[in-house]
Each structure stands twice: as C-alpha cells, then as structure tokens.
C-alpha cells in the first residue's frame, strides 16, 4: 500500500471540501503528491457512481415520466382526433366546425412532439457536457494535479461547479 495507507478518506474528503489543494493535503498527510492525487481520483470515482445511481435513478425516472405523460396527452388527442374524423362523415355534421376541430387538435400532436424532441436534446446535450468536464478534469489532473484543484476551488467560488458535477 505504501503511502495510501497514511491517507484516511473521510479526512480527505473533509480537506478537499476545506479547498485544501493537492499540495497542501500532501503536506497534511506527509505523502507524495502522486499518492494524493490516486486516492482523490478513487474517491471521485466512488462519490461519481453514487451520484449516478442515486441521482440518476430519479432524472431518469422523471424524463420517463414526463415522457410517459407527454405519451398519455398524445393518446387522448388522438382519440379525440379519430372521433371528430368519424363525426365529419354523418351527413348532419357541422364540417367546418369538426374541421376546425381536427385542425387544431392536429396542431396540438405538434406541439406535444416538438415538446419530446426538446426534451431528448436537452438530455443529449447534458450528457455532451458531462463528459466533455469529466475528460477535461481528468486531463487537467494528469497535467497538473495543483492547478486542476485551484481552478475547482475558483469554479466552486462561482459557482460554477453545481448540480450532479464532483470535482475532487
């Protein structure tokens, strides 16, 4: 084990949340900046699938649901499409009314699947983002463990960094 021995993960997670940089935790636990930077990087990677399965299960449950109503609305409009399609061939229908009807409720389907593409490109492009951080941070911390760390700490003072992000 070598050094990672002397590094405690608890304490560790408390001195990154201090804004402590790589250097500096190296210091604390009197350990190479190499050691430092594997057990935050086997942190991160813990604290990433937690976020992902906790989190993840609930975003994906509510893009589903979503989904699932968008799905629901669609099914009544349709119905109600057929019904006004079936009315307009009686001889005693109002035709410009029912007309006028499926017009609008045709428009109505329109909206609701430009509503769901909206909502796949929105998830598309948060997946894009993910991974594009997620290598960009990695990169950084293989060019340079400390500058990596400071750039966090600036980001987080922003406020920057939010939502499902972990940047340890």
Not at 3 to 19: V, Y
Not at 92 to 121: G, H, M, N, P, T
Not at 129 to 140: G, V
Request: aromatic share 6%; glycine share 4%; hydrophobic share 40%.
């Amino acid at each position: 084990m070598g050094f990672h021995s002397k590094i405690d993960d608890k304490e560790l997670e408390t001195l990154i949340r201090q804004g402590m940089t790589t250097t500096e935790i190296a210091k604390y636990f009197n350990c190479s900046l190499g050691a430092v930077s594997q057990r935050k990087k086997k942190l991160q990677n813990g604290i990433i699938q937690a976020v992902t399965i906790t989190k993840g299960e609930e975003v994906i449950d509510s893009h589903l649901n979503m989904v699932s109503e968008l799905r629901n609305i669609n099914q009544a409009i349709n119905e109600e499409l057929d019904r006004a399609k079936i009315e307009i061939e009686k001889p005693e229908a109002d035709i410009k009314a029912l007309q006028e009807i499926i017009v609008k409720l045709s428009a109505e389907i329109r909206k609701q699947l430009a509503l769901q593409a909206s909502f796949y490109q929105t998830w598309y492009k948060i997946e894009g983002y993910q991974a594009f951080q997620d290598e960009f941070l990695q990169m950084l911390e293989e060019v340079s463990p400390e500058l990596r760390d400071e750039l966090i700490a600036r980001l987080r003072k922003r406020k920057v960094l939010r939502g499902l992000v972990q940047s340890n």
